[in-house]
């Protein structure tokens, strides 16, 4: 199969855009991230699925804890900058829940340990066992076909 098709398609699944956090030795490290997504209710499980090339894997690996903060339509260059896109270096605020960064003015911040972790081809899966929520009200950011936009409420 066509890597370009296989990629078309995925694109056509519209989902929210989120940035990863965690930090290591008080170094904070973010990255953007669309493959999320809820697992379980008891206990509280969620997922993600970072490529085994990006610095993000390691960080993860050295911490053993993750945030994915839920970004809200105001964050579309924040979602840039964390996918390494804008040609530049930002001196980022973030804000800590129990010893984890966060991204400030998202609408959701989620705080997990590793639970688990599965390689899968070029990618790792990250099953986060939830461990703190904070929430925020605002609109989310969204990616389809490779595009952004949002849905207002
Ligand atoms: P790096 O390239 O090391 O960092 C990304 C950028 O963030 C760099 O500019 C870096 O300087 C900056 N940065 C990081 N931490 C800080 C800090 N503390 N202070 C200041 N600047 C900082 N990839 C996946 O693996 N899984 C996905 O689900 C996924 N979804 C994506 C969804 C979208 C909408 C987009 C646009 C990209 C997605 N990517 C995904 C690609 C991924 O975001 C990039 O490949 C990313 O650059 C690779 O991560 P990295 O850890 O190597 O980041």
């Not at 699944?13 to 697992?39: L, P």
């Not at 053993?64 to 924040?78: A, D, H, M, P, Y």
């Amino acid at each position: 199969m066509d890597d370009r098709l296989f990629r078309t398609v995925m694109g056509k699944f519209a989902t929210g855009v989120t940035v990863i956090t965690t930090s290591t030795n008080d170094k904070v490290h973010g990255m953007t991230a669309n493959a999320f997504m809820s697992v379980s209710l008891n206990p509280k499980l969620i997922l993600i699925s970072i490529g085994n090339h990006a610095n993000m894997k390691k960080y993860i690996e050295e911490s053993g804890k993750f945030t994915v903060n839920i970004l809200s339509k105001e964050q579309q260059e924040e979602s840039q900058y964390f996918a390494g896109q804008l040609n530049e270096k930002r001196e980022i605020q973030f804000q800590w829940i129990a010893g984890v960064p966060i991204l400030p003015r998202s609408i959701a911040n989620i705080v997990c340990d590793v639970y688990e972790s599965h390689l899968a081809g070029d990618h790792t899966l990250f099953i986060g066992e939830v461990k703190d929520i904070h929430t925020e009200d605002g609109d989310p950011l969204t990616f389809y076909r490779g595009k952004y936009d949002c849905i207002t409420s």
